[in-house]
């Protein structure tokens, strides 16, 4: 019966032990939720396998948005697994043509020098999303007792993957610092297109009370720290603007 299996979130690194990873959730059917850097795709895969789940019945791919750590190997394993493609329709350029917005809007100086790296530039295979996401979007028809819910802010068409049991696959709507060398340690990803819209999405999925925030970047942070961090940003963003020093994309 749907809404009754529980679904288990398994952490897929793509780069390091937890540099940057995708997710696999595995209730009556897996869904996979993000695809890596260009060229993970048999890595993806091989994990995914590695946990006993033949890749070839993976019911869904959602990415969680367009940059290009997360839907770089997308098309890829579109194309390996036969799986659609789910991805918000507002990020549709970077799927369409395989690259980020650019430039990227940084939040410190670790976006600063994120920025510079050769490797976030680089073009991926387009993809067209199978199942264009408009909307919140129930996954119980691939086997999934969760859903999709935009969480916009980190780019237009962020999303995030809430559980019936309450995980909360968040993409980089909160990462942990220094891209999870400081493990459990909330802070934002190197760059935001809106960090006030994202602050907002973020604190709307933390009223929702989520048991764990699972991540892009490093591994999973706990609501608690989460929350007490989102207090943080938000009077530094405050500072900001009264500064007139916050910068949101525009286009
Ligand atoms: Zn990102
Ligand atoms: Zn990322």
Do not use: C, K
């Not at 036969?82 to 809007?105: F, I, K, M, Q, T």
Request: net charge positive; glycine share 10%.
């Amino acid at each position: 019966m749907p809404g009754t299996t529980r679904t288990q979130v398994v952490p897929i690194p793509v780069l390091g032990r937890h540099a940057v990873n995708a997710h696999l959730l595995l209730g009556r059917r897996p869904v996979l939720v993000d695809s890596g850097i260009p060229g993970s795709g048999r890595r993806v895969l091989d994990r995914i396998a590695a946990h006993g789940v033949d890749p070839a019945e993976l019911a869904l791919i959602v990415i969680t948005h367009g940059h290009i750590d997360h839907f770089g190997s997308a098309a890829e394993i579109h194309r390996l697994t036969g799986a659609p493609v789910a991805a918000h329709v507002a990020d549709l350029g970077p799927y369409r043509s395989g690259r980020a917005r650019e430039p990227y809007l940084p939040n410190g100086p670790m976006g600063r020098l994120m920025a510079r790296r050769r490797e976030l530039h680089v073009r991926a295979q387009p993809f067209e999303p199978g199942l264009p996401v408009t909307g919140e979007t129930d996954l119980a028809d691939f086997g999934l007792d969760a859903r999709i819910v935009p969480t916009p802010g980190h780019t237009a068409g962020s999303v995030s993957v809430l559980t019936g049991d309450g995980e909360l696959v968040a993409g980089d709507l909160i990462a942990n610092s220094f891209m999870g060398l400081l493990p459990g340690r909330p802070a934002n990803p190197p760059f935001h297109d809106d960090a006030r819209q994202n602050l907002a999405s973020l604190r709307r999925m933390l009223a929702l009370s989520p048991t764990r925030l699972h991540v892009g970047h490093g591994p999973a942070l706990a609501p608690e720290r989460v929350r007490r961090w989102a207090e943080r940003e938000d009077a530094r963003l405050t500072r900001l603007e009264r500064s007139g020093r916050l910068r949101t994309r525009t286009d």
